[in-house]
């Protein structure tokens, strides 16, 4: 699994123009062959950040991803930023979820 993260800050006077115009991208990318899932976040501490991540089954998704037009929109919304954009992506060999808090906490139930 491939995981993208793209982070744009977004100058306070087009927060909301920019924000809804991500929010765009996130339905046509999650419709993409290979997208595990994409979605759109602003957190309460940074409301002019803006972070999209997107999961990709494996890297040849990712690329077919990567040359589609929602991309070329993204792009051109990175440069609307107030700073340089933050482009990452982490290729992930496995997964665990609550089975591995269990394998190292025990048996022991809730902590007291």
């Known amino acids: 699994m491939i995981i993208e993260q793209v982070s744009i800050a977004a100058p306070n ?22 997208c595990l899932g994409c979605r759109l976040f602003q ?15 494996n890297v040849d998704s990712l690329i077919r991803h990567l040359q589609t037009d929602t991309y070329k929109r993204l792009l051109l919304l990175m440069e609307l930023g107030s700073v340089p954009p933050v482009l990452e ?24």
């Open 43 to 57: 957190t309460w501490d940074r409301p002019s950040e803006f972070r999209i991540e997107a999961r990709w089954v």
């Open 13 to 34: 006077e087009r927060r909301h123009e920019l924000g809804s115009a991500l929010a765009t991208l996130v339905g046509p990318t999650n419709a993409e062959h290979g």
């Open 89 to 112: 992506f982490f290729t992930v060999e496995g997964v665990r979820g609550l089975d591995l808090v269990e394998a190292v906490r025990g048996d022991s139930g809730p902590a007291s």
